[in-house]
C-alpha cells in the first residue's frame, strides 16, 4: 500500500510550527518507540509489527534512545532539552515506518 503523503523532509519533521498544539509535526510518533506502558499500544499495530520484523536493528537503537532519553530527562519530549536527539533518532525510522501506511497521519496520530 503506497503512502499517499510525500515524506516530510528533515527541516520539515524537525521544525517547530507555531500552529501546532504540541511543537512538532509528528505528534505521537515517539509512542512507537517507548519499551514500557506508553507505547503498548502504538507497539501492537499490524504496521509497527512489520516495521519491527523487517528493521529488527533500526527499531531496537530507536527505541533503546527514545526511551533513555525521554525517561531521563522527566519532561515533556517536545520541549526536551533532549529534543535534537530524539528528533535525530526519530527521522530515520518515520522515512520507513511511513512506507506501512498510506499516510503520514496513521503514524502520527
Same mark, same amino acid.
Given at each position: 500500500?503506497?503512502?499517499?503523503?510525500?515524506?516530510?523532509?528533515?527541516?520539515?519533521?524537525?521544525?517547530?510550527?507555531?500552529?501546532?498544539?504540541?511543537?512538532?509535526?509528528?505528534?505521537?510518533?515517539?509512542?512507537?518507540?517507548?519499551?514500557?506502558?506508553?507505547?503498548?499500544?502504538?507497539?501492537?499495530?499490524?504496521?509497527?509489527?512489520?516495521?519491527?520484523?523487517?528493521? %529488527?536493528?533500526?527499531?531496537?537503537?530507536?527505541?533503546?534512545?527514545?526511551?533513555?532519553?525521554?525517561?531521563?530527562?522527566?519532561?515533556?519530549?517536545?520541549?526536551? %532539552?533532549?529534543?535534537?536527539?530524539?528528533?535525530?533518532?526519530?527521522?530515520?525510522?518515520?522515512?520507513?515506518?511511513?512506507?506501512?501506511?498510506?499516510?503520514?497521519?496513521?503514524?502520527?496520530?
Amino acid at each position: 500500500m503506497p503512502n499517499k503523503d510525500n515524506p516530510l523532509s528533515f527541516e520539515e519533521f524537525s521544525a517547530v510550527p507555531p500552529d501546532l498544539f504540541h511543537g512538532n509535526r509528528f505528534n505521537n510518533l515517539p509512542l512507537y518507540f517507548l519499551s514500557h506502558r506508553a507505547g503498548v499500544v502504538h507497539r501492537n499495530k499490524p504496521h509497527f509489527i512489520n516495521f519491527q520484523r523487517d528493521h %529488527p536493528d533500526l527499531e531496537n537503537q530507536t527505541t533503546r534512545t527514545i526511551t533513555e532519553t525521554m525517561t531521563c530527562s522527566g519532561e515533556a519530549w517536545d520541549t526536551s %532539552p533532549h529534543r535534537e536527539i530524539i528528533i535525530n533518532a526519530l527521522y530515520p525510522a518515520y522515512l520507513i515506518l511511513r512506507t506501512y501506511v498510506e499516510s503520514d497521519h496513521q503514524i502520527f496520530g
